[in-house]
């Protein structure tokens, strides 16, 4: 099972993942569905959620949660992890996985990698830590 450092932004859905639910912000209507972003994070890296209609309600912070068939890429102009169409999230447990909060995979500027136009390669990063959700001091 790949490790959130290991993920890069595509446009298919193929990531099989498992990491830990951190902190979830605010829930907003984006047209009829119910969106929510959350930062989550496994023993490498962390990355930005995106939870959409019941997920919004069925994880909290300290899940620990399976992703199947996700796709990591641009959602309104933010990069973020989501289960989309055909992909599966699901709880497995609770508080019990190591995380870190840095390097957050949301917060690094990708461009196309210039031997394969079909691929992403990391350019610079804007942020070690999540800008939407702040480190605790």
Known sequence: MPCLKEIVPAAQNNINTQFILLDKGKTTLEGQ??????????????VHFQLWGDECDAFEPGDIVCLANGIFSYNR???VLRAGKRG??????????????????????????????????????????????????
């Not at 569905?33 to 962390?46: G, I, N, P, R, S």
């Not at 957050?104 to 830590?129: A, G, L, R, T």
């Open 33 to 46: 569905y119910k969106t929510c972003l959350a930062l989550v994070a496994d023993e490498t890296a962390a």
């Open 77 to 79: 102009n933010n990069l």
């Open 88 to 137: 599966k999230v699901e709880k497995v447990g609770e508080f019990t996985v190591a995380f870190v909060e840095t390097p957050n995979m949301s917060e690094i500027h990708w461009v196309p990698d210039p031997n394969n136009s079909k691929k992403y390669i990391q350019k610079s990063v804007i942020s070690p830590y999540s800008r939407i959700f702040p480190p605790v001091p």
